[in-house]
Nanobody, 122 residues
Framework: EVQLVESGGGLVQLGGSLRLSCAAS????????VGWFRQTPRGEREAVSC????????WYSDSVKGRFFISRDNDKNTMYLQMNSLKFEDAAIYFC???????????????WGQGTQVTVSS
């Protein structure tokens, strides 16, 4: 059974940083692209970032490019999202998700975790 468990969310001040982690199990982590999407308080979902199976290819939404950085450790079956210069509009529930191939492009999310809340305060 695929399991994805997020951690690292919390309350952060405007302009601050957080690092999210995602511990994966139940599948061969190194074979699949993984990424993050977020759901805002208004219920809008947005894909945030993705990293390919080899970690050589990454993708970011325009809204986070240059501020967020995704990485993975295939030996630890763990993915990370370093979030810097956080803005009010970054406040959301962040979900770790698995793609159905090793590539970010031309694939879909097929499993995701329970999410971790990120709140940005002034």
């Amino acid at each position: 059974e695929v399991q994805l468990v997020e951690s690292g969310g919390g309350l952060v001040q405007l302009g601050g940083s957080l690092r999210l982690s995602c511990a994966a199990s139940g599948f061969t982590f190194a074979d699949y692209a993984v990424g993050w999407f977020r759901q805002t308080p208004r219920g809008e979902r947005e894909a945030v970032s993705c990293i390919g199976s080899s970690a050589g290819v990454t993708w970011y939404s325009d809204s986070v490019k240059g501020r967020f950085f995704i990485s993975r450790d295939n030996d630890k079956n763990t993915m990370y999202l370093q979030m810097n210069s956080l803005k009010f509009e970054d406040a959301a529930i962040y979900f770790c998700a698995k793609r159905n191939t090793g590539w970010c492009r031309g694939s879909d999310f097929d499993s995701w975790g329970q999410g971790t809340q990120v709140t940005v305060s002034s």
